[in-house]
């Protein structure tokens, strides 16, 4: 019996001594898995391009609700807006961003880090020439970016849409005819966003699980659409005002003197916006030269880019 005991008392002080021993490497594993993509060394320019190259093969994190930052207040100036413009801008503001508050994991206006990186977006594409001239900058300096494309663009350009997305950039939805969802019905909403998706899916084989309302435009109706197909509405926190002030200084300068770790640019890349194509290499190179690596929205927002 003593002997038994004995046996029972040495297991149980070998079981405790291991399990002390091997608590430090449990938890470095564990804050290790939890820690992938979050942290990327700074490093020489040569590698800082090679970083740009993340794309959707990064395995997503979902957004921890309880540390989110406040969504950051919206920039970019122009300097040809009426009064009446600059009045509904403002109030779209307000909205979006009590909605982006609101609804954090659905409603993104930047991404959530404290680490110099910017994701560029590109919408109302594709054309036949600005978007494959905004596709040749890219590549030649080894970046990647976010398109936001039509489904009537997508139908009419069908090898741009593929070549975008050949070339590691993300190729997603816009809605079909670029309407504004406000005081549309539901069944609208969807079909513009799903006949996008499916016609996305035959180029790319690929359904984007972000979307970007047209005009920004964000209601209750299209943030449950989005809940219940599950996608994200994607915002920006800087407007180049590239549709409106037209002017390549001026679209660079919105962008370099607003930017703020995780911000999220809004550009577009369809037949008129030469002036945005000029300032592309401008902001490309400012962004390195402020530290800034350019990633995709998916490795900006640790979310998934499409939805297969
Ligand atoms: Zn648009």
């Not at 009446?84 to 961003?97: C, G, L, P, T, Y």
């Not at 409603?107 to 880090?113: A, L, P, R, S």
């Not at 359904?207 to 209750?220: H, T």
Request: proline content about 5%; aromatic content about 10%; some cysteine.
């Amino acid at each position: 019996m003593l002997r038994r005991i004995f046996i029972f008392c040495y297991l149980y002080v070998i079981i405790l001594a291991l399990f002390i021993g091997l608590k430090p490497f449990i938890g470095i594993a564990q804050t290790g898995e939890a820690q992938i993509g979050a942290t990327q060394p700074d490093a020489s320019p040569t590698s800082a391009y090679r970083e740009e190259v993340k794309t959707s093969d990064q395995k997503p994190v979902q957004d921890d609700q309880t540390t989110r930052i406040p969504p950051y207040e919206i920039k970019g100036t122009s300097q040809q807006l009426s009064k009446k413009n600059i009045q509904s801008i403002a109030e779209w503001k307000q909205q979006v961003q009590t909605f982006s508050d609101q609804y954090g994991n659905t409603v993104y206006i930047n991404g959530q880090t404290g680490e110099k990186m910017v994701a560029l977006t590109f919408d109302d594409g594709p054309d036949g020439q600005v978007t494959p001239a905004i596709l040749d900058i890219l590549k030649s300096y080894g970046g990647h970016a976010s398109f936001f494309f039509t489904g009537q663009n997508v139908k009419t350009f069908p090898a741009i849409v593929r070549r975008a997305y050949q070339e590691g950039n993300l190729v997603l939805n816009h809605s079909y005819s670029h309407p504004n969802f406000d005081n549309k019905k539901p069944e609208f909403i969807k079909d513009e966003i799903n006949k996008t998706g499916q016609l996305i899916e035959t180029l790319t084989g690929k359904i984007p699980a972000l979307v970007r309302p047209p005009y920004g435009i964000v209601n209750e109706n299209i943030i449950k659409i989005a809940k219940d197909q599950n996608f994200k509405l994607i915002i920006w926190s800087t407007d180049t005002f590239d549709w409106s002030h037209k002017d390549a200084d001026h679209i660079a300068n919105n962008v370099l003197q607003n930017i703020r770790p995780g911000e999220i640019v809004l550009m577009h890349s369809n037949g008129d916006k030469t002036q945005t194509q000029k300032a592309l290499p401008k902001i490309i190179e400012g962004l390195h030269a402020k530290g800034y690596k350019i990633v995709t929205l998916d490795y900006l927002l640790h979310v998934k880019a499409y939805k297969n």
